[in-house]
């Protein structure tokens, strides 16, 4: 059994800006990126918790991050916005060029935003539940490293590559997901490793690019990506439209970048916001109640929608706090000694 | 042995020229529908070529298509246009506002075309390879008729709901996909029915709900989405951004609204246009090439672009023309009769 220590969200959040601090990161990175790390381990999704302080303290001692970037925000057209994080994380990044998004999506009716430059390493809910919960319907991509082969094909090449997209509800929290377009997460494989389980076929190609079910050499060789060559040619349309797109690196470029050092994938995020209005003009309304039909047909069939699990999280989460491992914490404290 | 009658891609087009004519079909839409239909049969896309006439003829002949609607633009925003297409077919409409889709694009960096109140039969490559021909990345989709379950549901929901992509290439023909979020296409399915051959398990459900390998039972049933609930996801977001977005029907909408005509879905189409200038300033053939060296990674592997196949069958039809079916030639030449 693993022994579980219950924590409020606000001992969490403290003892992330505490060892965020320890590393050195300066102070509006140390609370945009708690307030991702928070959000993770809030929504339940655990290898987006707290374990991440972990992958930050590596990522940082590595030399791989700029801890007091101060991000630069270029008006390069009308309805873009891109912003350089200059080698610092995303998410302070996203926070300044958030309303200036949304100003330039309501006023032209679609807008986006690259964040270029940055070190990357949280989900990319948190910032299309943001933009939703503005009114904005969003979609955000990223490459990562190069761990994903194409279909037909047998060496890593994309990414993990997550597509996530947000959609304002009239009531409640937004209609959210973020899935990634490798077939599974990289963690869960190296779960697999850990515990000496076998994978299923499907997943990954062991290094001479043949199938395995050998989760060490699918990590030494190459992950598959979720629906074949469909979820294949998704992770090539991630890699274009928020790498060469925005003048950023594919995950193959990342990788390189890298240099072995396993940090965090460094790169560039595309984020596209639409305004209903836009469209809709008066009509916003009526037509957000026609989509609140098609969730209902989806709950009214026993499905899930793909939000549901991370909210019901999140509301156990506020009262009760969150159970985090007491040996993931020990190890997170020794980043304080 | 099927018999099978070799055309030039002239004789296509004037053969569906004359039929379409025949069915009280304006000018302008003859010739923008026929441009799609000449364009499935070179690709060797059979089943968006001539076939297509077939259903062309079917849904003019229950009523649901305006032969001569004369579609209207509308400027809702800066960066937006949507195009009332007023009951007709979605290529003149499409036609008509590409340019200005282009300009937009152009000016603000990003822009959207909202074509409402179309019917639809065609693929969307033709849409989003004119658009990377114009130099311009481009993403589209569309809902269709409600036939897929959501992942987790048990009945339909969900259109086949497509989404296309387009990268503008430096040298030759754009890059472009083109999937449905079904499992496969519903044609498929019907194939196998006709042939008397099992469907694989995972492409749909019987009336009751359950997994099935019958053919006939998956069609009265539902199909269901590639790649489980990630798939189920896309075909969410399609719905919402290419139905409600843009005030026009959801899939289950549109059946209803088909009244067991059986013909062509009814509703809208989306269309995303990002001009690379926007975010790369002088640099666009820099970074282009960036994205020459990814598709030069796929093609290093073995693994084959995602349009790969459709420009070898085009090459090849230009010269040698295409073959076709003697009894699908006989029944689309009845329809002059």
Known sequence: MTAMTRM????VRALSEMVLARQGLAPEHVAAVTETIVAG??????????????????????????????????????????????????????NLSRPVLAAKARRHGIAALAITNCVHFSALWPEVEALAS????????????????????????????????????????????DLATSAVARGEIELHRREGRPIPLGWGLDPGGQPTTDAAEALAGAMLTFGGHKGSALAAMVELIAGPLIGDLTSRESLARDGGAKASPIGG???????????????????????????????????????QRRYEARARSLIEGVLVSQALLDDIKALLG
Chains 1, 2 share one sequence.
């Not at 409020?8 to 001992?11: A, I, K, Q, S």
């Not at 890593?156 to 997550?162: A, Q, V, Y």
């Not at 995020?269 to 609140?292: C, S, Y």
């Open 134 to 177: 503005d009114g904005l319907v969003a979609l955000a991509c990223t490459p990562s490293h190069a761990w994903v082969a194409p279909a037909g094909g047998t060496a890593p090449l994309f990414g993990t590559n997550p597509i996530a997209f947000g959609w304002p509800r009239p009531e409640g929290l937004p209609f959210v997901f």
């Open 8 to 11: 409020t969200l606000d001992e």
């Open 269 to 307: 995020e595309l984020i596209i916001a639409i305004d209903p209005a836009g469209f809709l003009g008066p009509n916003v309304a009526e037509h957000l109640a026609r989509a609140e039909a098609l969730f209902e047909g989806i709950a009214a069939q026993g499905a899930r929608l793909p939000s």
């Open 41 to 94: 381990e809030r929504d339940g999704c655990t290898s987006h918790g707290i374990y991440r302080l972990l992958v930050c303290a590596h990522s940082i001692r590595n030399g791989k991050v700029v801890r007091d970037a101060i991000p630069i925000a270029c008006d390069t057209a009308p309805a873009l916005v891109r912003i350089d994080a200059r080698g610092g994380y995303a998410q302070h990044a996203f």
